[in-house]
């Protein structure tokens, strides 16, 4: 009796019974006897009694299961030390079959010799993978199949799942809810992959995984997450190294997917960072993409036709209501690619060392308060297009925008020389001059951490002529003007300091329409 109110007296043995091991059943653990049959009765004797945990004592050997083992309702396995249970069953089907509710596997090493490796039937409820090591499977570690229906509440966390052609799958026609995928490694395989395109799955949380497709059993088509048909699916924190194709790949219908806090870098020729595609006639919606950060390791532009966020549709595909803010991504062909969806929103994003910043399809003022560092292009779109403010960072791109007639509302620059000082005014080039601008125009000049000069004026440039009127100027400490100019192709920021030479940095702003 545990002393506490409604406590229940209860003899030894029926303690006892709530634990058992595999060597209370003549399991060996010498790594060369098959211990399935004693495996299997224990697990039998687990289910006539209503469930209780079956417990593998750690042998260096480890535990030989020549057929498939199957697991009942309310049972746990454990495993001390995550002893080793090696399935040498290479006949198709899974080596470990989950057939009922309230089922735990934790601390074991599961070796597996056929096509997957722990398989989920109809009807399973609060399934739990803790603590494991699952590896060698022929082409699924961890597999609720094709067909299975009614699968709820599934847990698989702090496992290392290496080998096989998917680390996870919950495929085709599958229906349920209810998948949290948390803080485990995965190499050498498609890690994750939802694809319920005829099924119906929802509420999906992929979080604080490592994962490593670069292996993937010889595929060079590999990627680390894959979403078809998902519903409210959460996709964050998670580690992604060197996949050969998208590291995220969202398709076929999926609504409600949220993509925030990721960490992807590769080495590999990587196709995409983060791609939603539709199938032809598809509809997708509900995108929220923030915080994540998308590197390739190599030279700008270390592949053709890789972009870091990539938003794919044509004239019978819809994707809407997509959010893209926050985002740091570097050295791809091009940073963001946007579809022609309904509406968005991008903002306060950073590209930098990409041969483009933005690839646009359309107008939207809700593409704002960007940031572009050393791009090669900032901006190419579709036709004469207008976005929100954008910012220039490090070497100032060749080309600033390649649509004439497309109107950006506004340019942020930073801007770094040395005056040789003795009263002469001096200028550097900022960026490309616009064929119109009017608005007006901002220069802020330091040293160190000290404001010398700023200077606000309108201005006005009709492709030929600069026109600027209220002209307000503060200056200090040997610097006498500063000012922003449009001549000879570039806009310029100029300064006049009278003392010696000084490395002077500023930051130009232009607020009004820059016309391409």
């Not at 500063?482 to 702003?509: D, M, N, P, R």
Request: include cysteine; glycine fraction near 12%; charged fraction near 15%.
């Amino acid at each position: 009796n545990q002393g506490g109110t409604g406590a229940q007296d209860r003899n030894v043995a029926q303690k006892l019974q709530e634990t058992v091991s595999v060597k209370d059943f003549g399991a060996v653990g010498d790594g060369v006897t098959d211990d399935k049959s004693a495996i299997q009765a224990a697990i039998d004797h687990l289910n006539t009694v209503g469930g209780g945990t079956l417990y593998f004592p750690y042998t260096s050997s480890g535990y030989v299961a020549a057929s498939r083992i199957t697991i009942y309702g309310n049972i746990e396995l454990l495993g001390q030390s995550r002893v080793l249970l090696k399935c040498t069953d290479s006949s198709s089907g899974g080596d470990v079959g989950i057939a009922g509710d309230n089922i735990t596997i934790r601390n074991l090493k599961i070796q597996i010799a056929g096509n997957q490796g722990i398989y989920l039937t109809n009807n399973t409820d609060r399934f739990t993978l803790d603590g494991c090591w699952i590896y060698d499977s022929g082409h699924t570690g961890i597999m609720v199949h094709a067909n299975v229906t009614n699968v709820t509440n599934i847990l698989i966390k702090d496992n290392i799942i290496s080998g096989g052609t998917y680390g996870v799958l919950l495929n085709n026609a599958l229906t349920g809810s209810g998948c949290q995928i948390v803080g485990n490694t995965m190499y050498d395989n498609k890690c994750i992959e939802l694809n319920t395109i005829s099924g119906l799955w929802t509420e999906t949380l992929i979080s604080n995984n490592t994962l490593d497709a670069s292996g993937s059993n010889g595929s060079s088509d590999a990627f680390a997450i894959g979403i078809a048909t998902g519903i409210r699916v959460a996709i964050t924190g998670n580690n992604i190294v060197d996949t050969f194709e998208e590291a995220i790949h969202i398709e076929d219908n999926s609504v409600d997917i949220t993509i925030s806090g990721n960490t992807i870098r590769s080495s590999k020729t990587t196709k995409d960072g983060i791609r939603i595609l539709q199938g032809s006639g598809g509809l997708g919606e509900n995108y929220t993409i923030t915080g994540n950060t998308i590197r390739l390791a190599g030279v700008i532009g270390v592949s053709s036709g890789n972009y870091g966020i990539h938003i794919v549709t044509d004239a019978n595909t819809s994707v809407k209501n997509v959010t893209i803010n926050g985002n740091t991504i570097e050295r791809f062909e091009t940073g963001i690619k946007f579809g022609t969806f309904a509406t968005d929103s991008a903002t306060g994003n950073i590209v930098s060392n990409s041969d483009v910043g933005f690839q646009l399809a359309r107008s939207s003022r809700s593409i704002n308060s960007n940031m572009f560092d050393s791009c090669v292009k900032t901006l190419t779109m579709a036709a004469p297009s207008t976005i929100g403010k954008i910012s220039l960072k490090g070497t100032m791109p060749t080309t600033l925008c390649d649509t004439a007639g497309s109107i950006i509302e506004g340019i942020d620059c930073e801007v770094a020389f040395t005056h040789t000082g003795g009263g002469a005014v001096e200028t550097v080039n900022a960026f490309a001059a616009p064929s119109r601008f009017i608005g007006e125009a901002k220069l802020v000049m330091y040293n160190s951490a000290t404001i010398r000069s700023t200077n606000a004026r309108r201005l006005k440039w009709d492709g030929t002529t600069e026109t600027a009127t209220d002209s307000v100027t503060l200056n200090n400490g040997g610097f006498t003007s500063s000012e922003t100019t449009i001549a000879s192709g570039q806009v310029k920021a100029g300064v006049l300091y009278s003392g010696s030479s000084i490395a002077v940095k500023g930051q130009l702003t232009l607020e009004g329409a820059y016309i391409v």
